[in-house]
């Protein structure tokens, strides 16, 4: 896998299109599906890094300011951390899952605790305001989004949680902080803030690298 991730790096940093480079390694190391889908989530150019690194903002940069989150996005990383799946620290500085169940996510045994951790974070980052959008399109995502308004009223939070049919334009059209791991939204936004990655940080856990 490192070597892969290596020869990777090598081709992206020198132009070479990402999907035909990692399509090209992961061939050559006859990777499976589940190698292939960790490296297109993992591993960036050093322009594509630095940009999106300069953009990240500290756990505790964000006192004081409206925070946009893409709620599926970042309700799943934090469900695969306390069910002890593997999360990768990314090339750009971003945690991840590497779970890709996005259009069959279905609420678990975890989903509530999941919920309450981000809403501590959130809470602790002293964000002014915050809104989470989840997909209209995925199954109950009405129920969960209702389930987030009730933690988020729990936790003292000013802030909401609605349904969307666009959630990735909603996304780069707000512009400002936005809390997701969708590399195209970082690419269109001014900042973003990784909600995982914090709370691993905060509960003494350690994403994988390679």
Request: aromatic share 6%.
């Amino acid at each position: 896998m490192r070597d892969a991730a290596s020869d990777i790096r090598y081709l992206l940093n020198r132009g070479y299109p990402r999907k035909g480079a990692i399509k090209f390694v992961c061939d050559h190391y006859r990777m499976d599906a589940a190698g292939r889908h960790i490296l297109t989530r993992v591993v960036y150019s050093e322009i594509v890094s630095s940009e999106r690194r300069a953009k990240l903002l500290g756990c505790k940069q964000a006192a004081g300011s409206d925070i946009l989150i893409d709620g599926f996005n970042v309700l799943i990383s934090v469900e695969c951390m306390l069910q002890d799946e593997p999360l990768y620290m990314c090339d750009d500085g971003l945690v991840r899952d590497t779970r890709g169940v996005f259009h069959n996510y279905r609420q678990g045994s975890v989903t509530g605790q999941a919920l309450s951790e981000i809403c501590t974070e959130i809470r602790d980052m002293g964000a002014a305001r915050v809104l989470m959008l989840f997909d209209s399109q995925i199954s109950k995502s009405g129920e969960l989004a209702k389930k987030s308004r009730q933690h988020l009223l729990s936790s003292g939070i000013t802030g909401d949680a609605v349904v969307s049919r666009r959630v990735d334009h909603d996304l780069k059209s707000y512009g400002r902080i936005v809390a997701t791991g969708d590399g195209a939204v970082i690419d269109a936004v001014e900042k973003v803030i990784c909600i995982p990655r914090c709370i691993m940080s905060r509960l003494g856990k350690k994403a994988l690298r390679i």
